[in-house]
């Protein structure tokens, strides 16, 4: 799904091959787009509405009495939910631990699949394998790496004569460490996809010339291959953030949120608040912060970048 | 390009601590599936299993209604693949041939879609399936896939259709075919590797998919392999390794086999839809 966006925001400011054309007016169009548009609007458009509007609800699940407005109650009270800020808190460190060293070792994955190396088409195959499993079996698989007896990582310490390892699942200090190795795994593959589609991109006659001028590999990277990378870089670092803050299977799998809250996603905790306590208008309630401040940071980060980007 | 020989092997070596990193995990994990109880319960378990044994497959199936939760799986993939593919096919190709109002609110979407929080969609959806009686049904499921699935088979689709030259459909005009039969035997036959690419990506989003299943579907009968799976881990956290993974390999070979008669294609439609346009 990366690509999807990330690429098309790149392409956007390119000129189109059939810019001049202008097609004439097509009703038909409407029956091509009917099956579609219903779908959406009923079951993606209309629920997020109505998911706003439940936040300033009492709703309940399995209640009796009708559910009645009660104003910013909900948001009032998740002021000082110190539970729920303390989830955001490891969410955004989850987030922001993920997303950066998933996109700094896409980015060198990405440059050595570009290059004329013997056995490339296996390593690009190997390469995206992550994208294809289940989240529930990464977790699941991680689980048995992470394994304090039967596990391959304890395992490799003691041959290694670093100790016995430990459980990492379980201490307090490397149960989060732990599940952001997993998710910078998981995520590799479609970050390095973006990033060699845009690298592809490149003028590599440019890259030549640059060469035949003396500059060296790093010099080549900053002035040719970085300026033309960056707005993909940009559009799959932003849509990894989201997507990393949303996350909810990998880490359901492999702690369920403990030992003792410290991997406690803020999905997880929205989650439990529904659909274990039934709390429907709280946790719509959560829901709704969780987007405004991922907006905010994201417009932040972004109106950043943009402007100090032109010297980098 | 000239690299020196030193940078050569630097970048091999690169290349190799890539592979070993994201290989090692699921090569475990193919390993502990075949492991004996005596083997996962020693301290110093190996790669290679010393005596490699089916139990841990019959027991998984013995412990867990694999079977039946494959079968739902397929189900609601296939019914998922199917219609997304059906509804969305024409909506891309408006996309790509026109610039209407509606072409550039639906490409919005497609976009803002990515960025949608879960949990404030599901609370709705929820309710929504209640009230259509849609909860605890295969058939909700698939419903809530195919929307999922929609933006993503948006996106790899109108890089088809822009694909296919509209020159072509021009020429079939002016020689005088209609628009109906234009589309029936130009179009659609040059965009049909690519729909089939892009059924069998949803096919596998739909497999591969956990939170919508384990909110939307409450009894074991219904339910589909990713949730079945965690069944597997006790409330404790404590799993019966063996079986474990003998149920997580059987559930991933589809994807795998599936995304690796795509995958040329996906990474090719993408690079394409990103140089091109």
Redesign the interface.
């Known amino acids: 799904?990366t690509?999807?966006?990330a690429?098309?925001?790149?392409?956007r400011g390119?000129p189109?091959?059939?810019g001049g054309r202008?097609?004439p007016p097509?009703h038909?169009?409407w029956?091509?787009?009917l099956?579609?548009?219903i779908?959406?609007l009923?079951?993606?458009?209309?629920?997020?509405l109505?998911?706003?509007l439940?936040a300033f609800t009492d709703?309940q699940s399995g209640r009796t009495q009708p559910t009645q407005w009660i104003g910013g109650l909900n948001f009032r009270d998740l002021l000082h939910d110190t539970l729920f800020w303390e989830s955001f808190r490891i969410g955004l460190v989850w987030a922001v631990g993920v997303t950066v060293p998933q996109f700094l070792?896409a980015l060198?994955?990405a440059l050595?699949l570009n290059?004329e190396?013997r056995l490339r088409w296996l390593?690009?195959?190997?390469?995206?394998?992550?994208?294809?499993?289940?989240?529930?079996?990464?977790g699941?698989?991680?689980?048995?790496?992470y394994?304090p007896?039967?596990?391959?990582l304890n395992?490799t310490l003691?041959d290694l004569g670093l100790g016995d390892g430990r459980d990492w699942?379980?201490g307090l200090g490397t149960a989060l460490p732990a599940v952001i190795v997993v998710g910078v795994?998981a995520g590799?593959p479609q970050t390095t996809?973006?990033l060699?589609?845009?690298l592809?991109?490149t003028p590599r006659e440019l890259?030549?010339a640059a060469?035949m001028d003396g500059a060296g590999?790093w010099r080549r990277f900053r002035t040719v291959t970085w300026p033309a990378l960056r707005p993909?870089a940009l559009a799959i670092t932003a849509?990894n953030f989201?997507?990393n803050f949303?996350s909810?299977?990998l880490v359901?799998?492999l702690?369920?949120g403990?030992p003792g809250g410290r991997t406690r996603l803020?999905?997880l905790f929205?989650?439990e608040e529904?659909?274990r306590y039934g709390q429907?208008g709280y946790?719509?309630a959560?829901?709704?912060v969780?987007?405004a401040v991922?907006s905010v940071l994201l417009a932040l980060f972004l109106v950043g970048r943009l402007r100090g980007g032109d010297d980098t | 390009?000239r690299?020196s020989t030193g940078?050569r092997v630097g970048?091999?070596a690169?290349?190799l601590a890539?592979?070993v990193?994201?290989?090692?995990?699921?090569l475990?994990?193919v390993s502990?599936a075949f492991k004996s109880p005596r083997e996962?319960?020693s301290?110093?378990?190996s790669?290679i299993p010393e005596d490699p044994t089916l139990d841990n497959f019959r027991q998984a199936f013995d412990e867990q209604p694999l079977l039946r939760a494959a079968g739902n799986s397929l189900l609601a993939a296939l019914g998922a693949a199917l219609v997304a593919v059906?509804?969305?096919t024409?909506?891309a190709?408006?996309m790509a041939?026109?610039?209407?109002r509606?072409a550039k609110a639906?490409?919005g979407?497609?976009?803002v879609?990515?960025?949608?929080?879960?949990?404030?969609?599901?609370?709705?959806?929820?309710?929504?399936l209640k009230n259509l009686g849609l909860i605890n049904s295969l058939a909700g499921l698939v419903?809530?896939y195919?929307?999922w699935a929609?933006?993503?088979a948006?996106?790899?689709l109108v890089g088809y259709v822009r694909a296919v030259p509209?020159e072509l459909e021009e020429a079939a005009a002016v020689d005088g075919a209609g628009?109906v039969r234009t589309l029936v035997s130009v179009t659609a036959p040059l965009l049909a590797p690519g729909i089939v690419a892009t059924g069998l990506f949803a096919f596998?989003t739909a497999?591969?998919?956990?939170?919508f299943a384990?909110?939307l579907l409450k009894t074991p009968e219904k339910q589909t392999?990713?949730v079945v799976?965690?069944h597997?881990?006790g409330a404790e956290?404590v799993?019966d390794?063996g079986p474990?993974?003998a149920a997580?390999f059987l559930?991933?070979l589809p994807?795998?086999v599936?995304?690796?008669i795509i995958?040329r294609r996906i990474?090719g439609g993408?690079?394409s839809?990103?140089?091109?346009?």
């Open positions: 799904m690509l999807v966006t690429t098309k925001r790149s392409a390119a189109r091959a059939d202008r097609p097509d038909g169009a029956f091509l787009v099956p579609a548009l779908p959406i009923v079951l993606s458009v209309g629920p997020l109505y998911g706003i439940l709703a070792l060198g994955l050595l290059q190396l390593a690009r195959a190997l390469a995206i394998i992550p994208w294809a499993m289940p989240e529930v079996v990464v699941v698989m991680w689980r048995l790496v394994n007896d039967a596990g391959v395992e003691r699942l379980s795994w590799m996809v973006a060699l589609a845009g592809q991109n890259h030549e060469a590999a993909v849509l989201i997507w949303n909810f299977a359901y799998v702690t369920s403990g803020p999905m929205a989650y529904a659909f429907f946790a719509a959560m829901g709704c969780m987007v991922i | 390009m690299t940078g970048q091999y690169a290349l890539y592979l990193f994201l290989a090692f995990p699921f475990w994990l502990t996962l319960g301290l110093h378990p790669w059906l509804i969305a024409p909506l190709y408006v041939r026109r610039r209407t509606l639906a490409t979407w497609v976009v879609s990515q960025a949608f929080p879960l949990v404030l969609v599901i609370i709705p959806l929820f309710l929504v419903l809530v195919v929307v929609l933006p993503f948006l996106w790899m509209a628009r596998i497999w591969n998919e956990f939170f384990l909110v392999l990713p799976l965690t597997f881990i956290g799993a390794l474990l993974a997580a559930a991933t994807s795998l599936v995304f690796a995958q990474t993408m690079l839809g990103a140089v091109k346009s």
